[in-house]
């Protein structure tokens, strides 16, 4: 009895080294490098994020609501290199920022044209 736990022991153990390692190898692909990241940039991104949540809920009437459905971070292609974290929500909208700055550089919502950098 003591031999069957060990086996099931070691496969967790196993299983978990697999696990952590394919999790760190996708993490790399997606360009989710934690040891680029400064802490301060997540932290002024999440401000920012929060901040335009809070604003849209003010303005529900015209983007439909603020609920977040998901949050991912993607490689900039059009910029050619950086990253930029893209917000959708469930009404589905959407808003980009940039990682570095916490600048919003991309939203499927009319009010916040203005606030866009120009493109020229």
Known sequence: MKGFILVVIGIIAALLIVGGAVAYSFMNELGVNMND?????????????????SS?????????????????????????EGHYREVTYKDGGFRQYDTETGELIGSSY????????SMQ
């Not at 990241?37 to 949540?53: E, G, L, R, T, W």
């Not at 009010?111 to 866009?116: G, I, P, R, T, V």
């Open 37 to 53: 990241i400064d802490s301060n940039v997540m932290n002024k991104v999440k401000d920012k994020v929060s901040n335009v949540a």
């Open 56 to 80: 849209e809920s003010s303005d529900s009437s015209q983007s439909g609501g603020s609920d977040i459905i998901s949050e991912v971070v993607k490689f900039n292609g059009q910029k050619g």
């Open 110 to 117: 009319d009010s916040d044209q203005e606030n866009l950098p």
